[in-house]
């Protein structure tokens, strides 16, 4: 998983014409330490897109701007536009997050 570590990188990454995954965390998170628990295991499933992570503390207004109010959020962009959000509530089981994404993505 890439790490997007600024604004610039961020939007580069959306503009892609196949949908990619972002995860959106902090480093404070425990919700987030727990999903790293098994997120490597959703990645495998889903290796066949591009999956990328940015730190919401470090990279300032992104969150915001795309409604992400609790973290971790999963989000699916394409074509530099959200096409998807898993909001935090709803990615604390490995089974939450591959259902989200099965339907989401076929």
């Not at 570590?5 to 990619?20: L, M, Q, R």
């Not at 790293?36 to 495998?44: E, S």
Request: proline content about 4%; glycine content about 4%; charged content about 25%.
């Amino acid at each position: 998983m890439e790490r997007l570590t600024t604004e610039a990188a961020f939007h580069e990454a959306i503009k892609s014409d196949k949908p990619v995954i972002i995860k959106f965390f902090a480093d404070w998170c425990p919700d987030c330490k727990r999903l790293d628990m098994f997120i490597g295991d959703i990645v495998d499933e889903f290796k066949q897109y591009q999956w990328y992570e940015i730190n919401s503390d470090e990279v300032k207004g992104i969150a915001e701007k795309y409604d992400v109010m609790g973290i971790p959020s999963i989000l699916l962009f394409q074509n530099g536009e959200k096409i998807a959000h898993q909001h935090s509530a709803y990615t604390k089981t490995p089974e939450s997050v591959s259902e989200f994404l099965h339907q989401q993505l076929g």
